[in-house]
Nanobody
Framework: QGLLVESGGGLVQAGGSLRLSCSAS????????MGWYRQAPGKQRELVAA???????NYADSVKGRFTISRDNAENTVDLQMNSLKPEDTAVYYC???????????WGQGTQVTVSS
């Protein structure tokens, strides 16, 4: 097991929903900014959503209104609720933990999300 462990990926029909979860080390989660990135074949990795330790969020324009990022500092998890999924959401989704002040950046192993038309 690594510091970040993702779960929840899978195959879903367009219009459906998935919930991704990332579990992090208890010792560093609460002071970290957490994010979800994705990378589709032939494309660069892109930020999907991020949430700071204080709960501030930001989203890629392509997912606003459809995806919601949340964190539970007691459980050391960050989730990505994905609704109204589209085929173009198909990608490998990666959990990211960052502490910018310490130049710390750590990645999960990735989880595949496939949305069929």
């Amino acid at each position: 097991q690594g510091l970040l462990v993702e779960s929840g990926g899978g195959l879903v029909q367009a219009g459906g929903s998935l919930r991704l979860s990332c579990s992090a080390s208890r010792s560093i989660f609460s002071i970290s900014t957490m994010g979800w990135y994705r990378q589709a074949p032939g494309k660069q990795r892109e930020l999907v959503a991020a949430i700071t330790k204080g709960g501030s969020t930001n989203y890629a324009d392509s997912v606003k209104g459809r995806f919601t990022i949340s964190r539970d500092n007691a459980e050391n998890t960050v989730d990505l609720q994905m609704n109204s999924l589209k085929p173009e959401d198909t990608a490998v989704y990666y959990c990211n933990l960052a502490i910018p002040a310490l130049d710390l950046n750590y990645w999960g192993q990735g989880t595949q999300v496939t949305v069929s038309s």
